[in-house]
């Protein structure tokens, strides 16, 4: 596999972290998940999945978990030992607690001077809130998105999924890997400084603009993505069911309007705006007129872009996803969520399976060398 070979400690918890080393592990990197006695907090995140939860399962899979007590000497020295023989370390501990662990970049680059090591936290490690802990919704609302995401009452609304949490993780995951090819040809190491607060703003580059140019909050209803378009918008179908039209590009707005009848609506679309109501209000009626399975396959036969809201149970049994294998039914029965990124040659092999706590702690420490 792409990975095989690469050694990657891991001491992050929750989302972010995990979600980096997973897809390091799935692609072959040895990982080794260090945990304290009581184990990750997500070993214990409801509903239960026989032996652990099934958000472990997923973002433990593949990893070797070793037990060590950080309060302690030994538990140190344990860790600081592993950190001289890896190539990458991943931690997401508030700014300042590896190094007063004895674990910080500088101590381990002193050791170990090609280590790519990777830091994720809210703020960043010198930003204006050092010492602050967030978790992923504090940060959706300091960065304005939940000043987007609002409810049918006009109040922001809470997002299904953690995006900050995601997009930090995958920022962290592409600055380990930028890390890791440039030491390909300098043989050194890195230190990546991801800020979760800097990664979800980065996110807002389709938003932004009002707030650039004069210094304004974007009108949601007339935003081209949260609100202001026919196009971009949910619509309720006779079963009490949802749907959505999700594309903005003229083509698609030709073809579905010609195919209801309603050419003259055409123009209205070009902009988004208060300006679309009558074709809001056409769309709306329309669809509430029939249930969403007759319009599924009707707009099926049309090239715009569209689909329904699906419930979890719905989304995983999906088709295409089951077409594409994106949810695996390991040998145990449980279920998991396939590896994203597809390569031709050489593909993932991953390894359905998160440890036991504690599961390779002796294995691990007994094969490192003494390094100090």
Known sequence: MKLEGLKVVDLSWFLPGPYLTTALADHGAEVIKVEPPDGDPGRHIRPPDQRTSVFFR?????????????????????????????????????????????????AVKEKNPGIVYCSISAFGQDGAYPGRAAHDLALEAMTGVLSLTLGADGRPAIPGIPVADLVSGLHGLSGVLMALLRRTTTGKGDYIDVSMHEALMASC?????????????????????????AFY????????????????????????????????????????GAHQKPVMDFLAATFRGKPLAHWLKWLDTLDICYGPVNTLPEAIADTNLVKRSAIVTADDGRKHLAPVVRFKDEPSRPLYREPLLGEHTEEVLESKSKLV
Not at 81 to 86: H, Q
Not at 216 to 224: E, G, L, S, Y
């Open 205 to 229: 580059a389709n938003v932004v603009g009002s707030a650039f140019t004069d210094g304004t909050q974007p009108d949601v209803k007339n935003q081209r993505t949260t609100g202001g378009s």
């Open 58 to 106: 997923n973002m433990g899979r593949g990893k070797k978990s070793v037990v060590l007590d950080l309060k302690t000497a030994e538990g140190r020295a344990d860790l600081f030992r592993l950190a001289c023989e890896a190539d990458v370390l991943v931690e997401s501990f508030r700014p300042g607690v590896a190094a007063r662990f004895g674990i910080g970049y500088e």
């Open 233 to 272: 918008r949910v619509y309720d179908t006779s079963d009490d069911r949802q749907l959505v039209l999700a594309g903005q590009e003229m083509k698609f707005i030709r073809n579905l309007l010609t195919a209801l009848g309603k050419p003259e609506f055409i123009d209205l679309c070009e902009w988004p």
